[in-house]
């Protein structure tokens, strides 16, 4: 009689109706998918939000470096313009007094100016508070354009130099071109040539041992010499 009971009993499941069997399955299926998504899915969105704060990181540090070169650029540009800057300032007022050099310059100006640098004598150093004077004794030969020509390109020198203790007398005469009674000879008479003796000085920067010796005097430069 019992067996008879189960038997006609059956399984709760098995009677459910085909509604139900489908309302516990999607039941299930909830259950996976909510174990799956915390499981899962919960670990994966951790390590995207993991991800993101190292892009957002890099990126800042990609800012930085570019910002780091981009001073480093403007300090590489000031730096090129500063030793332009300084080559240029080492040209005009050296560190060492290149008394060939500037007898090269004078020399050359003479040369373009026409006129004959018949001697050059170097005299003792002196020093001002930051610079030291180089100066050197002239005598010039030519006419009397010639010879303003010569001032004045020396005054147009890269390098620093003055004119001083300018001295002008006559010298020998060139005629004029032209055959000798030529009447422009005649007229305009000969070309006067002068005879200058000027100090020409040259400058250059003190070092820090040459600060203490202001107002004084330097052993003496290059030996005198002439054009022959």
Request: net charge neutral; charged share 25%.
């Amino acid at each position: 009689m019992a067996a008879l009971k189960l038997k006609s009993g059956g399984s709760a499941l098995a009677n459910l109706s085909v509604i139900g069997k489908l309302a516990i399955a999607l039941v299930f299926v909830l259950l996976i998918g909510a174990g799956y998504f915390i499981i899962f899915y919960g670990d994966v969105e951790s390590e995207i939000g993991t991800e993101k704060q190292n892009v957002a990181g890099l990126e800042t540090e990609l800012s930085q470096a570019k910002e780091a070169r981009e001073a480093f650029n403007r300090d590489l540009a000031e730096l090129k313009r500063r030793e332009g800057l300084l080559n240029k300032q080492k040209t005009i007022l050296p560190d060492e007094a290149e008394t060939p050099a500037f007898l090269s310059t004078l020399q050359t100006v003479a040369t373009i100016s026409g006129v004959d640098l018949t001697s050059w004598t170097p005299q003792d150093e002196s020093y001002e508070e930051f610079y030291a004077r180089i100066p050197m004794q002239l005598t010039v030969h030519g006419k009397f354009h010639q010879v303003a020509r010569f001032l004045y390109g020396v005054g147009q020198a890269d390098r620093i130099i003055n004119i001083e203790n300018i001295t002008m007398q006559a010298g020998q005469t060139a005629p004029k071109p032209g055959k000798p009674g030529d009447a422009r000879n005649a007229d305009l008479g000969d070309s006067a040539l002068v005879d200058v003796q000027c100090l020409a000085t040259a400058f250059r920067a003190l070092t820090a041992d040459e600060g203490g010796r202001r107002g004084r005097k330097a052993k003496p430069g290059a030996q005198s010499g002439g054009a022959k």
